[in-house]
């Protein structure tokens, strides 16, 4: 029943050609880690001529801080806002990898509950990993940019709230400034209706 909603593109007989999607309603993103077996259930058991109903995404360097202990964990968080897009994701994009996933953290140093005055440097460094995704032929995406205070609050993971709507929307303003693909926020009708207001 709900085939018709989904995105979905011709598996080719090369995983490195990228056939065009069918963009419906709704495409499904799943994220893909290091030696992850959703390629093998969404993508290789497709037959070649047959249509991918979920795409995934590049994966990354497996250096995840939120495995260390919280001593550790704040320190090399902090240390994600020094690597390059390059360090992160080498592979091209292909039939199945199709998103580049970039954690804000990479973008502001400590992410969003660490997040200051927006700055010049940060909006290039922002737009120089939109850019690098696309070079390879990826859908950018950034998450999760929440911003409230305390009466706000809706049981959303505090780890990703910049503090105020107004600061976050300024990060969703550089995002679709540089041109990113997709935005996740747990405020997406707020975020949609600033999309709208800017076409």
Known sequence: MYKAWLTTAVKADDLAKQSPPD????IVLV??????IKQQFFYDRVPVGGRIPVFGSAAKFDENPMKLPREKRDEAVALLATREPQQLVTQKADNYHRRFGVNWAFIEKGGATLA????TAKEERLKKFVDYGHRLGYLVSFHCLDGYSDSEYQGWDKDYNFGSQDAARIRWNAAIRAHADLIS???YETLAGLIRTRR
Request: net charge negative.
């Open 185 to 187: 926020t747990d405020q």
């Open 31 to 36: 994220e893909d880690k290091q030696n992850d």
């Open 116 to 119: 200051r005055e927006w700055t």
């Open 23 to 26: 963009l419906e309603p709704m």
